[in-house]
């Protein structure tokens, strides 16, 4: 009887994971070159830092850690983070009507999150922070 209850456990768990919600998670899995930043500053042309011909990488891990290698940047230097992918709020806690958004939050910042063509966008702009452009390496 115990072996059957562990067997339907198992089953039961197998059954309840979505694909959707593996391949989600799976879009941030990996290694990342930081191609370019985009900083805000409110000008009809904001500044755009070209990262293409140098070799930093963002090695996004399935246990919840961010290592970051290469050059100097204006995201994070080179070390280990803790990171989040998925839905939460943006603000830190929830203003009447606002909805979860997808996100990506590296210690405790957060990041609004796109990934369109293989291309990544990592955006703090929505508080004046760079917006980083990732190429799946």
């Known amino acids: 009887m115990k072996n059957l209850m562990y067997l339907l456990l198992i089953i039961f768990t197998i059954l309840s994971c979505s694909k959707d919600d ?5 879009q941030i899995y990996g290694e990342w070159k930081l191609t370019e930043a985009r900083i805000v500053d409110f000008s009809p042309n904001p500044p755009i830092i070209d990262y293409s011909d140098d070799n930093i990488i963002y090695n996004f891990k399935f246990n919840g850690k961010l290592i970051v290698t290469g050059e100097e940047n204006v995201g994070y230097t080179n070390g280990e983070y803790e990171y989040f992918f998925g839905e939460d709020y943006l603000g830190g806690a929830p203003s009447p009507g606002e909805s979860k958004i997808l996100l990506v939050k590296i210690n405790t910042t957060k990041w609004t999150f796109d990934i369109t063509n293989e291309i990544m966008t990592l955006s ?11 190429g799946r390496n």
């Open 22 to 26: 593996y391949s989600m998670n799976e």
């Open 124 to 134: 703090n702009s929505y508080i004046d922070g760079p917006t980083l452009v990732f």
